[in-house]
């Protein structure tokens, strides 16, 4: 990689050299809570109500009646589903159903037992965001992260409105895999392009505010006023929408260009984010750091030229944090997934580490509360009870998310960051295929709550003993030297 004219791309006049300023030595030095920042946050609110509208979309589209009637010429029969027979095997029948929002299930008529056929439908869109997820995180390694998640939204889009048009729930799944899919791409760049712009001692609770939890409570209210999940799709594109507009006004992040070698591109868009905010900085620092970095990616990369997943595990340590972060995704998923697509059974019947432990046994101890309800065979009693449980355990579930989802982008270096959110969201995404299984393959009413409950357990303890405490840590930018290899496994 030959060095490149640092400012040959500037055409701006130089910021004044205050000297009384503290000398910088990271880029995070030069990343402000500022107006181009809320910029940046503004565009990741909007892109997440895409991203959360799709995961959490089969909540309510799948969502079972709560009662279905079969009318016909002599018979009225009140409830279809406590019969002993498939309610396909009713002839001449005009189904009258009782329900808050109007599912796919009750406009394909996939009653009673054949709602499996609904589940069924969320896992193979899920395994959509799995696959999106995978892809899309190395070719925004590659190829940008605004430009790549750009068009993942814009397809995104394209896919959901199609979905509308759906008459059968065999085209449904088609068009809502295809949108799960470069779903899974915007969920897994859009966090990494939010937190590389995103000063290190403010990231928690920007974090925490973009993020699903406080959204929750504004989707269940669109959901609410669009009745129907075929206006609920469109309401979730017009809410997003404004992503689109706001984009047009951002850049291509510094930190990914610098880890690509453009550095003058970086230095460019530095300045002019400082304009942007009404600063001024020491050029000559700036120039100065970003050629520092850029002579050591040039090295590095004479050695690697490109990075994969394998570099994840490239250390001892580094191969423990991965894995700790994947099973706990994944195990989260399968927690937070398994819960929120089958409520309708259920109603029927810090630092960075203690932040996760806090939450994680949270939702241990809930489910072990739900599991033992059910062990003692007062589910119906006890309803009230196991329906307040779950909705803790749902909740303290996107707090565990967004533990893992810091830890994971201040641990991993820029060069593998988005490699490792990739592969951490093919894991997550692992978990959500899976999680509307549970309640259709384990008929003991207990033990998707046990398997679940462990599965917190383990996590909790794994997280515990393997992470490191990043709160406060520079992002770092480069692999470990193969001296800092050496000394782990030494």
């Not at 002599?74 to 329900?99: F, G, P, Q, V, W």
């Not at 295929?433 to 398997?451: E, G, N, S, V």
Request: proline share 3%; glycine share 4%.
């Amino acid at each position: 990689m030959a060095s490149q004219p640092i400012l040959s791309m500037l055409d701006a006049e130089p910021l004044v050299d205050d000297k009384s300023k503290p000398r910088r030595t990271t880029l995070d030095d030069y990343v402000h809570l500022s107006w181009y920042c809320f910029r940046v946050l503004l565009f990741a609110e909007f892109v997440l109500l895409s991203v959360m509208g799709n995961m959490v979309y089969m909540v309510y589209a799948g969502a079972a009646p709560r009662r279905v009637s079969c009318l016909q010429d002599d018979a009225y029969i009140e409830n279809i589903c406590k019969m002993n027979i498939s309610h396909r095997e009713l002839t001449n029948c005009t189904y009258e159903t009782e329900y808050e929002f109007r599912s796919v299930q009750i406009d394909f008529e996939y009653f009673c037992g054949d709602s499996s056929y609904v589940k069924s439908s969320i896992s193979a869109q899920m395994l959509g965001v799995l696959v999106g997820a995978l892809c899309f995180g190395h070719l925004s390694d590659k190829y940008g992260r605004k430009k790549v998640l750009m068009y993942c939204f814009l397809l995104c889009i394209v896919f959901q409105v199609a979905t509308v048009f759906a008459r059968t729930l065999w085209m449904f799944t088609v068009l809502r895999a295809i949108v799960g899919f470069f779903n899974g791409g915007q969920m897994t760049i859009y966090s990494v392009y939010k937190i590389e712009h995103t000063p290190k001692n403010h990231r928690v609770w920007i974090t925490a505010l973009i993020s699903f939890a406080p959204n929750f409570i504004l989707m269940n209210g669109i959901a609410w006023l669009s009745h129907d999940w075929q206006s609920f799709q469109i309401a979730l594109v017009i809410v997003s929408f404004p992503a689109l507009l706001i984009s047009f006004f951002l850049y291509e992040s510094p930190r990914w260009l610098l880890g690509r070698g453009r550095i003058a591109e970086a230095e460019h868009i530095l300045l002019n984010i400082q304009r942007i905010d009404g600063k001024t900085e020491h050029r000559e620092e700036l120039t100065s750091l970003l050629q520092a970095e850029f002579e050591k990616a040039e090295a590095r990369e004479k050695k690697q030229q490109n990075y994969s997943i394998i570099d994840l595990f490239s250390t001892q340590k580094m191969a423990a944090v991965t894995s700790t972060l994947c099973m706990g995704m994944l195990f989260t998923s399968m927690i937070n997934y398994g819960l929120m697509f089958n409520l309708e059974k259920l109603y029927k019947k810090c630092g960075r580490k203690l932040f996760h432990f806090i939450a994680q046994a949270s939702s241990c101890f809930c489910l072990c509360v739900v599991a033992a309800v059910h062990l003692l065979g007062m589910s119906h009693e006890w309803s009230m009870f196991i329906r307040v449980a779950t909705i803790v355990a749902t909740a303290v579930c996107s707090q565990v998310y967004l533990s893992k989802g810091i830890a994971a982008m201040e641990y991993f270096p820029s060069v593998i960051r988005n490699i490792g959110i990739s592969f951490n969201s093919t894991l997550s995404r692992l978990g959500t295929i899976l999680a509307p299984q549970m309640f259709i393959y384990f008929t003991w009413k207990p033990l998707p709550f046990i398997i679940m409950a462990v599965m917190a357990a383990l996590d909790a303890i794994s997280f515990q003993a393997v992470i490191p405490e990043t709160k406060g840590r520079a992002m770092q930018d480069t692999m470990p030297e193969k001296a800092e290899k050496r000394s782990e496994t030494s």
